[in-house]
């Protein structure tokens, strides 16, 4: 008899486990990063290729780093966001990903800049460093610049108030936190 | 929607950019060839780096060839990759903990199966015949009398 | 007005089936003659109106029907008649209707083909056939509808997937789902045979030849699959370990358990219990199948295009049907009789053995499909399973599995004795471990243990196959002559020895395929040549072509060998007119013994382009081998016994 409740014991798991899935995205990628430090680099600014940016220049309480381009067509729908979160005083740096710097400069000047500084990876070696696979994506930091979360996809209101808002009131609460 | 966007995304890379034929030189091609069998492209998932037409597994082409001439070994070119990636870049999963089961699963099964289907065969045939093995015969040869040409 | 009557068409199929499902039931219950014998009537006409609904759906692509979502959504005024028809299944909500059209077809021959067999049973087992048309037709209805409407009307529609615009596309699709829903009817026997109680094995012998039958469309679909990606995909491969294949691979597996099981059963009245839970077990693996392919819940080259109400809905029919199934199970199989005594040395235990190695094939499947799901669900780091790891594992459950198939055939029922069975085989077993280690390095010079062992695997289902049916030949008394006794051998037997051959062919088509295939992706300047294999392959020129619904580059590459022209490919570079993804059109010249396949790739620069070069030895041999197993389940499917029940019905 016990013999014979097997497969159905078996199908109930097995069962739990689809139902879960339903709502889980399988072709989402989560990071090996977070929790580990931003990779060095050292890349031209967008705006001055002359001038270098390197993970140094991420110093802050708190930073975002936006990887976008002028070719990514879901980039735009997330631009007024970033634009929004800038003019709240959030601090955005850019990765340009494998973009034409003229069009990406005309870009930021016609839509407008949301970015303290963008850094220009025309090859996207860096954006492999950054285990980058699609933009846009979007990076926290904080002050010991270490990953503290990642974001595929275009950012909304929604998200940042779920997803990011929530970490950094917790890099807030335990300012002294060590990652070592 | 984040599915949506992968898609969009994928089809893009797809349709702009032609993917590079990437020429290595001739001792590495076996090596870089079959590492690129190992790896999974992230942007066209289920496809190889040496399938995906996306801009990003050209440039992850790119790595492997220049790790190779660098003299990395594969070993170390995979490690790069689950560094950046995670394990969902490798195609065959690293044994961790968390995999055990995976590798270790179907032979576990097999095991079971075959020493449970031997033990209950083992018992079956030791229960005594209520009736005595000519009868028994006689049964079978009038129950399967069309059997016989496939003994 | 035709989508419309379609949509009827199907409303009614659904009141059919509903009927179908509950009075012949009652009617078993009841022991009432008029209620059982609305099951045929019921069956007959919800097929006829499904076919009716699916002729609609038909008519509305070869009429060019954008208003109807569907259509506008996978068709377009340029594409082939052909292609338009084959549209119908070429997305999910057609593909359903084909779905549930094939599930009503077996119903209908169920009905048609069962004359012979008692009232109650063949009431039960429509019924239940009838409530898994529900389940499906309702899915369809309320989730997937294909004949829904949209205001206004497309101008244009938006083409086939570009993917699917191929000749085995057109008949893929179609196998498939017969194999898949044919084992519905095995699953109905055994679900109408334990509610009934009647646990005797009686139900083996009707459900045997239904069961082969859909094994045979399962395979031949399986086949035409494998096919198509080798020939579409263009990347020289003829299995990935896709979710969407493996979907398609696990109820292979335990179906081949399962007309193996039944075969001990209706001869030995033996195993009963386990051909019940087998034949419930191909079934729900059909099911699940469904589920992953529709549900979005893995990442798949070619699963449609994902709804999570779909997922929901199915994976709650999957429950009722496995977990009803199972309980039903749980509860009755208390009831079944031992059956036949034999020993532990018996063909028997062979026959079990191979079904436990076929079920544990299936699970390993199983596991590594799911796997990332497990992870992702528990929150652990997600991974891949690929290939690699199912060649790892895979390889070393079959070895076994083949070598039992070579003693299966030849053992005997009851008892066998081990010193009598190696006497008979050990010639056999010779020839096949020479055979491995004497073909690769006869013909490529070079070997592996891996190579060998699967060389010889192949040389000993092979040789033991032919035996089965030589050695009758060879006790003929000396009066008969050959010709006479072989065609006296019952076309049961040779079904098996022609499968097992195809086995055998398909394995020497893996294992030379995969040791000693050899390829180039490299960039290539017209006028200049490649050297691969033996052959030279020059690109003498790339130029435009016109299709029907899509423009190309071409590209003419003169293959020759030792200076001696082979052949001139034409692999071409498409783009569609409609969905503008570029489209890899290998060019392949198929032989017995290799193939060259070229497929197109990016131009590199002016005059330079990409070629992938495949040489692929004995890759013909996968399908021509697979083909012989499908003939050999006809063979066994059309044995005498079972005509003769079928006249008798006459």
Redo the contacts between chains.
């Keep these: 008899?016990l013999r014979?409740?097997i497969?159905?014991a078996l199908?109930?798991v097995?069962?739990g486990?689809?139902?879960?899935?339903?709502?889980?995205?399988?072709?989402?990628?989560?990071?090996?990063?977070i929790g580990k430090p931003v990779p060095e680099f050292t890349l031209s600014t967008l705006k001055d290729p002359t001038k270098n940016i390197t993970q140094a220049d991420f110093a802050a309480d708190y930073a975002l780093i936006n990887v976008w381009a002028t070719?990514?067509?879901?980039c735009k729908q997330e631009h007024q966001a970033l634009l929004n979160l800038a003019a709240q005083g959030v601090p955005i740096f850019g990765l340009n990903y494998?973009d034409d710097r003229q069009s990406a400069i005309q870009w930021l000047l016609e839509d407008g800049d949301p970015y303290v500084m963008s850094a220009f990876d025309e090859?996207?070696?860096v954006?492999?460093?950054?285990?980058?696979?699609?933009?846009p994506e979007t990076f926290l930091i904080d002050r010991q610049g270490i990953i503290q979360h990642k974001l595929?996809?275009?950012m909304t209101p929604v998200i940042w108030q779920n997803q990011f808002v929530p970490k950094i009131n917790q890099l807030a609460a335990a300012p002294t936190q060590s990652y070592e | 929607m984040n599915k949506i966007i992968a898609l969009f995304v994928c089809l893009l890379a797809t349709q702009l950019v032609y993917a590079e034929i990437i020429n290595v030189q001739p001792q590495y091609e076996d090596r870089y060839q079959s590492l690129l069998e190992e790896l999974r492209c992230l942007v066209c998932q289920n496809q190889t780096l040496a399938d995906s037409s996306s801009e990003l597994a050209t440039d992850l082409r790119v790595q492997v060839k220049d790790m190779l001439e660098q003299g990395s070994s594969d070993q170390q070119i995979l490690d790069f990759m689950s560094a950046r990636y995670g394990d969902f870049v490798l195609y065959t999963p690293p044994v961790k903990s968390h995999t055990l089961f995976l590798w270790l699963g179907p032979f576990a099964l097999l095991l079971i199966g075959v020493v449970t289907a031997l033990w209950m065969i083992a018992q079956r045939a030791k229960q005594a015949p209520t009736i005595s093995e000519a009868d028994q015969q006689r049964l079978h040869n009038l129950l399967a009398d069309q059997d016989t040409g496939e003994k | 007005m035709i989508p419309e009557l379609g949509q009827f068409a199907l409303i009614i199929a659904l009141c059919l089936a509903i009927a179908q499902s509950v009075l012949p039931m009652w009617g078993a219950q009841t022991n009432n003659l008029n209620l059982m014998s609305v099951g045929r009537t019921a069956a007959s006409g919800q097929f006829l109106f499904l076919l009716i609904a699916f002729l609609c759906l038909a008519y509305s692509f070869v009429d060019n029907d954008f208003s109807v979502q569907y259509v506008a959504n996978n068709s377009n005024t340029l594409l082939p008649i052909y292609y338009r028809i084959s549209a119908v299944w070429g997305a999910h909500e057609g593909s359903l209707l084909l779905w549930v059209l094939a599930l009503s077809g077996w119903g209908f021959a169920v009905a048609v083909k069962s004359r012979s067999l008692p009232d109650d049973v063949i009431a039960r087992v429509l019924a239940v056939m009838g409530m898994i048309s529900i389940g499906f037709i309702l899915f369809t209805l309320l989730t997937s509808n294909p004949f829904d409407r949209m205001f206004p009307a497309a101008a244009e529609g938006r083409d086939l997937n570009p993917l699917l615009q191929d000749p085995g596309l057109v008949i893929h699709p179609p196998m498939l789902y017969m194999g898949y829903v044919g084992f519905s009817v095995a699953f109905a026997f055994a679900i109408a045979a334990l509610i009934s109680g009647k646990l005797d094995s009686a139900w083996v012998r009707w459900s045997r030849p239904w069961a082969n039958i859909a094994w045979v469309f399962l395979t031949i679909g399986i086949t035409l699959g494998s096919w198509w990606a080798y020939h579409e995909l263009g990347w020289g491969g003829w299995w990935f370990w896709d979710p969407v294949e493996n979907a398609s691979f696990m109820p292979w597996l335990v179906a081949t358990a399962l007309i193996h099981s039944l075969a001990v059963t209706e001869k030995r009245a033996t195993f009963k219990s386990w051909t019940v839970l087998l034949s419930i077990l191909v079934f729900s693996l059909s099911l699940l199948g469904t589920f992953l392919v529709r549900s979005g819940v893995l990442v798949s080259v070619h699963s449609f295009a994902s709804d999570p109400a779909r997922g929901v809905y199915i994976l709650a029919f999957l429950a009722v049907v496995v977990g009803g199934s199972l309980t039903l199970y749980a509860w009755r199989s208390v009831q079944f009789s031992t059956g036949g005594r034999f020993e532990v040395m018996s063909k028997e235990t062979m026959l079990l053995l191979n079904n436990v190695l076929l079920v544990v094939a299936m699970l390993t499947i199983l596991i590594g499909t799911l796997y990332p799901l497990f992870l992702d669900a528990l929150g652990l780091p997600k991974l891949s399973v690929g290939p690699p790891y199912f060649s790892a594992v895979f390889v070393p459950l079959m070895l076994p599995l083949i070598f039992l198939m070579g003693l299966g055939p030849i053992a005997k029922w009851r008892r066998i004795s081990i010193s009598e069975l190696f006497h008979k085989l050990k010639f056999l077993l010779a020839i096949a471990v020479i055979l491995g280690v004497i073909l690769p390095i006869a013909i490529y010079r070079d070997t592996t243990i891996m190579t060998s062992l699967g060389i010889a695997a192949g040389g000993w289902a092979f040789a033991t196959a032919v035996y089965a049916v030589a050695r009758l030949i060879m006790k003929r008394d000396k009066t008969t002559s050959v010709f006479k006794s072989l065609s006296k051998v019952p076309r049961a037997l040779y079904g098996m020895s022609v499968a097992h051959i195809g086995m055998g062919i398909f394995i020497f088509g893996v294992v030379f395929t995969s040791a000693f295939s050899d390829q180039k992706e490299i960039a290539v300047k017209v006028g200049t040549s490649v050297d691969l294999a033996g052959y030279s392959f020059l690109l003498r020129g790339v130029g435009p072509n016109q299709g029907p619904n899509y423009q190309a580059m071409r590209a003419q590459v003169d293959v020759t060998q030792d200076n001696v022209p082979i052949v001139t490919l034409e692999p071409e570079k498409r783009v569609y007119t409609v969905q503008r993804n570029p489209m890899t059109e290998a060019s392949i010249d198929e032989g017995l013994f290799r193939d060259l396949y070229v497929a197109l790739g990016e131009p590199v620069s002016p005059g330079e382009w990409g070629l992938r070069i495949y040489y692929r030895p004995f890759v013909q041999w996968i399908w021509i081998g697979a083909m012989l197993m499908a003939i050999g389940g006809i063979l066994g499917a059309t044995d005498k016994r079972y005509r003769a029940s079928a006249n008798r019905a006459a």
Excluded: E, H, N
């Design positions: 008899m014979a409740i497969p159905a199908f109930i097995l069962a486990f689809l139902w879960i899935g339903l709502y889980k995205d399988p072709s989402l990628v989560p990071s090996p990063l070719w990514c067509v879901a494998k090859s996207g070696r954006a492999i460093d950054f285990g980058v696979y699609g933009a595929i996809g275009v």
